[in-house]
């Protein structure tokens, strides 16, 4: 499985970003998905994640209520809406699929990664 991820880029505080991450595989529609984050010098982090029908998400607490987590099965895409993000959400993002279909938070349950996409805010 491949993973692509797409739209980082510099945005200023309290703004918005869409990131997107686009899958080669039909293993696709039956993996959670989910979202990581590294900011410089820190470890990953688990951001959100979304089940196999996307019907259930599940979100870190410092995100929760800003960050959407969806999917697009037809289309082999996860999507993370950002609102009004904050300097401190700053980071490199990576998808990741977990082909056991488990939702969680832990990066050991997942077993490919996209390449990741800067995102930076600015205050």
């Known amino acids: 499985v491949q993973l692509q991820a797409s739209g980082g880029g510099l945005v200023r505080a309290g703004g918005s970003l869409r990131l997107s991450c686009a899958a080669s595989?039909?293993?696709?529609?039956?993996?959670?998905m989910g979202w990581f984050r590294q900011a410089p010098g820190k470890e990953r982090e688990f951001v959100a994640a979304?089940?196999?029908?996307?019907?259930?998400?599940y979100y870190a607490d410092s995100v929760k209520g800003r960050f959407t987590i969806s999917r697009d099965n037809a289309k082999n895409t996860v999507y993370l809406q950002m609102n009004s993000l904050k300097p401190e959400d700053t980071a490199v993002y990576y998808c990741?699929?977990?082909?056991?279909?488990?939702?969680?938070?832990?990066?050991?349950?997942?077993?490919?990664w996209g390449q990741g996409t800067l995102v930076t805010v600015s205050s």
């Open positions: 595989e039909r293993t696709f529609s039956s993996s959670v």
């Open positions: 979304v089940n196999p029908s996307g019907y259930s998400t």
């Open positions: 990741a699929a977990g082909l056991a279909g488990i939702t969680t938070a832990q990066a050991i349950g997942y077993d490919y």
